[in-house]
């Protein structure tokens, strides 16, 4: 057993994968064997992920606030404090805040074999946004 006491300071998630202001803290990353990385994720009103892919898959959980999370093809669904959402593996999507409201999720990833988590697209075309 290994208990972290100080992790990263807080990071702003960078604008080639964001629109809006985004906060990241890592949680966990404990290295190998583990893949597992687990993020809290805290996003501004309207602040959302570019189009992005993961390897393995991923788990989005609101702990506050609601949001929206669109897979490419489908619906944008809104989703709020308490709801789980799966993301399939190499499934397309993104996902953000309402555009009144904050929102706050944790994400949590397997890493790749070659040690990637995401793969980071275009932006999403704020025309496709709903209001």
């Known amino acids: 057993m290994r208990i972290t006491r100080q992790r990263p300071g807080t990071r702003q998630g960078p604008a080639e994968n964001f629109t809006g202001t985004v906060w990241l803290d890592e949680i ?20 959302h992920t ?6 393995h898959g991923q788990v989005l959980h609101v702990m506050e606030g609601e949001g929206r999370v669109q897979r490419e093809g489908g ?15 190499g499934e397309r999507h993104w996902h953000g805040a309402g555009p009144h409201t904050f929102m706050t999720h944790l994400a949590v990833v397997e890493a790749a074999e070659d040690g990637t988590t995401v793969a980071w697209e275009a932006h999403v075309d704020p025309r496709d946004l709903p209001a």
């Open 75 to 89: 619906p944008v669904e809104p989703i709020r404090a308490g709801d789980t959402v799966w993301i399939e593996p």
């Open 50 to 55: 570019a189009w992005h892919r993961h390897p």
């Open 28 to 47: 966990a990353a404990p290295g190998p064997p583990s893949r597992l990385h687990l993020f809290n994720v805290h996003f501004a009103p309207g602040a």
